[in-house]
């Protein structure tokens, strides 16, 4: 039987893969290197050089993108909540063009993704917080001694001044006919998100193990929060009734059978028994809930709720904190209650929908016009990509 041949030191072998294994300045280096042995030594002793360089103070940006995302993407899942956001983002910049290696990336390269992102119909605001996300890792990276420096450090963000969107608060009659002009199993929906502010996301997402029936609260989950925080939400009596008979019928919620044989093995595979809030066919509610709100308040007689309009969805959010605060209740509570980061926010929600009720008083006179501020535009120009 032949001997083993000695590998040298820092290489180690698993099944027929080599990989480096050693510390540098108390640092561990574990990486993958080949399956070829004389092609791992190489890569082996350039490791070790450049992590002596960097011992010496001297690094450079040559650090393999994958790795690096690796490594971040490990971090994330462990100190954050949005690791898939991360992800995600990490895999547009890899779809406009993967860098090999760090010492690719430059400001050059990523004012080219934001032209891309830009002609694919984006706002700027969202190649913001995409950039944001590769730099955020290049920053990790220099603290964790694998590069030199941020190679977009310094990089202004594309500017978007138009960034407010104009949604009115519902006025208290037009919520009692929306619930009343509301077909039975989508009533409790409305009503849940004007007596709790939920966000979209938080109540379609909602599970029954999320409420706490007994203690009267609906429990918004880290992972759904728009802030990352949990909070709870107290719930009417109403709400409570509505979200107790709901959970006992769940059991007997069975996959509907759709139009077509696709259509029906899509909504067996999204069929669910743990959200509270279904569609007719027991899947959890998505894209098709603006289509019936619009609808629901056309035939309520609803102003400004359609596309591009003043009422939508979130609207209801909106009037949640307007009628609250308008009614007396505590502003400071309003704010934990709709998981607002701060108390200004909230009061500037309450603020812009109180003043687009002044200019409404002006409107209505036959002989005046009253026009809104420029910094306030119309969710159909948000949409079309102005702000």
Same mark, same amino acid.
């Given at each position: ?215 009267? *609260? &609906? %429990?918004? #989950?880290?992972?759904?929060? $728009?802030?990352? /925080?949990? @909070?709870? +939400? ?5 709400? *409570? &009734? %509505?979200? #107790?008979?709901?959970?006992? $019928?769940?059991? /007997?919620? @069975?996959? +509907? ?5 696709? *259509? ?124």
């Amino acid at each position: 039987m032949p001997r083993a041949k000695k590998l040298p030191n820092g290489l180690w072998k698993r099944g027929d893969v080599y990989y480096a294994r050693f510390s540098s300045n108390g640092r561990p280096i574990r990486k993958r290197l080949s399956s070829d042995y004389r092609a791992a030594c190489e890569l082996l002793n350039e490791l070790k050089a450049r992590a002596d360089r960097a011992d010496f103070g001297i690094l450079d940006n040559d650090y393999s993108w994958a790795d690096l995302k690796t490594e971040f993407l490990r971090w994330a899942k462990q100190q954050t909540r949005i690791a898939g956001e991360y992800e995600s983002t990490l895999k547009k910049f890899e779809e406009y063009l993967k860098p090999q290696s760090i010492r690719h990336i430059s400001q050059n390269y990523v004012m080219g993704f934001r032209q891309w992102r830009l002609g694919q119909k984006v706002t700027p605001r969202t190649v913001n917080k995409q950039v944001l996300v590769l730099n955020g890792m290049l920053n990790k990276a220099v603290e964790w001694g694998y590069i030199a420096s941020n190679p977009i450090r310094g990089l202004k963000p594309l500017r978007h001044d138009r960034k407010k969107k104009e949604r009115r608060s519902l006025t208290a009659d037009e919520v009692a006919t929306i619930l009343q002009e509301s077909p039975g199993f989508l009533r409790p929906v409305w009503l849940t998100f004007m007596t709790t502010g939920l966000r979209l996301k938080e109540l379609v997402e909602l599970r029954f193990r999320d409420v706490d029936l007994e203690r009267r *609260v &609906a %429990i918004v #989950r880290p992972e759904i929060s $728009k802030n990352h /925080q949990q @909070r709870e +939400v107290p719930l009417c009596d109403e709400a *409570v &009734a %509505i979200i #107790r008979d709901l959970a006992a $019928k769940a059991l /007997q919620r @069975r996959p +509907v059978e759709g139009i077509t044989p696709d *259509v029906t093995a899509k909504q067996t595979a999204n069929f669910s028994q743990d959200h509270v809030f279904v569609s007719g066919a027991n899947t959890p509610l998505r894209n098709n809930l603006l289509r019936h709100f619009y609808a629901i308040c056309k035939k309520a007689g609803i102003r400004d709720a359609k596309r591009g309009g003043a009422v939508d969805i979130h609207a209801l959010r909106v009037s949640f904190t307007t009628l609250a605060i308008e009614n007396g209740a505590d502003p400071k509570s309003v704010q934990e209650i709709i998981g607002h980061s701060s108390l200004h926010l909230t009061m500037n929600v309450y603020t812009r929908a109180r003043s687009q009720a002044k200019r409404d008083v002006v409107n209505a006179l036959p002989f005046a016009k009253a026009t809104a501020p420029r910094d306030i535009i119309s969710i159909e120009e948000a949409r079309e990509g102005t702000a």
